[in-house]
């Protein structure tokens, strides 16, 4: 069965560094999405794709965060400078297309010292 | 933010009881779903109920939806120690494009 696909799976850093994270979703999945979960809590949406645009990116903290999907495929979400404040898990997921079932990756884990 | 919140925070019962979580949320919906966590895990998606359905059952799973209460309940029946994770409803709010608010979620833990 298809899945989406997250790397790394963890990642330690410290406060001020820059951090990449990958996503590769389902094939043929036109609809990306990341997700921040902080411990204890349920996912909050930072960034919508549908194929390499930007749908909507209203919670994404813009001064740090970035989010690119530039072939409409794979897609990398990127902090600089990381703060303690963002240790937390981002959860990437895949739709068909807008208004059907998201698939969920494993997660990548962040702790930032 | 969060739209949803559930009830109760945490449950914890024995293998072969049936477990019922609630979700309330405040705004109109096009669906409401329920998703399990297992610890550090990604989200598996369990079920889906349009706003114009008030039942739906999958396997040991019934959700009921009340969108005049603007709540729902997911029950898990004859549950299994397989089924300890944390479940979160989230809603798919009208003209948001399918973009999801989960709630806080529920702990499950079931004891063999």
């Known amino acids: 069965e298809a899945e989406v696909a997250q790397s790394p799976r963890y990642k330690i850093t410290e406060k001020s560094q820059a951090v990449a994270f990958w996503c590769d979703p389902i094939s043929g999945h036109a609809t990306l999405y990341w997700y921040r979960q902080i411990l204890g809590q349920g996912p909050e949406l930072l960034v919508q794709f549908q194929d390499e645009s930007v749908v909507d990116d209203s919670q994404l903290p813009k001064d740090r965060f970035s989010a690119e999907r530039l072939k409409g495929v794979d897609s990398t979400l990127k902090i600089q400078p990381a703060e303690l404040g963002d240790s937390a898990m981002y959860l990437c997921a895949s739709s068909l297309a807008l208004e059907e079932t998201q698939y969920f990756g494993p997660g990548t884990r962040l702790l930032v010292l | 933010s969060q739209q949803g919140e559930e009830d109760p925070q945490a449950l914890s019962i024995q293998e072969g009881e049936n477990a019922t979580m609630n979700c309330s949320y405040k705004?109109?919906?096009?669906?409401l779903q329920w998703y399990r966590q297992n610890s550090g895990r990604g989200l598996v998606h369990l079920i889906l109920i349009r706003s114009n359905e008030r039942e739906k059952h999958s396997g040991r799973l019934r959700v009921t939806l009340d969108t005049s209460k603007k709540s729902s309940s997911l029950l898990i029946t004859a549950s299994r120690a397989a089924d300890t994770a944390s479940y979160f409803c989230a809603t798919d709010e009208n003209n948001a494009g399918n973009m999801l608010t989960f709630g806080g979620g529920t702990r499950l833990m079931v004891k063999p």
């Open positions: 705004t109109s919906i096009n669906n």
